[in-house]
């Protein structure tokens, strides 16, 4: 059982930064792919970001590719998003993910454990 939080949202004008965390309880975080998804109003959830469960190997939707990075930190059983140049689009809920596998997926179903969402709102 793997519970997430997620921290660091907020409200930013076009062109900020935010960095984004998600915080795992449990000592096995570092067997787990983890993920980044968001969700605007009226849209489906969406894919932003993976990163696999040594950190090795990233992936990036094409939308936010050259504005964020993933990270991850296994001895602090932490996951980051920084989020640079900001656009109003970006606004959604933003939601972390793990998944019991060395390989992350880019699709939601492939996910075992969800936190419970931060809002990033982006002001033009």
Do not use: H
């Not at 602090?76 to 900001?86: D, F, H, P």
């Amino acid at each position: 059982q793997v519970q997430l939080v997620e921290s660091g949202g907020g409200l930013v004008q076009a062109g900020g930064s935010l960095r984004l965390s998600c915080a795992a309880s449990g000592r096995t975080f570092s067997t787990y792919a983890m993920g980044w998804f968001r969700q605007a109003p009226g849209k489906e959830r969406e894919f932003v970001a993976t990163i696999s469960s040594s950190g090795g190997r990233t992936d990036y939707a094409d939308s936010v590719k050259g504005r964020f990075t993933i990270s991850r930190d296994n001895a602090k059983n932490t996951m980051y998003l920084q989020m640079n140049n900001l656009k109003p689009e970006d606004t959604a809920v933003y939601y972390c993910a793990a998944r019991g596998a060395y390989y992350s997926s880019r699709s939601s179903n492939a996910y075992d454990y969800w936190g419970q969402g931060t809002q990033v709102t982006v002001s033009s």
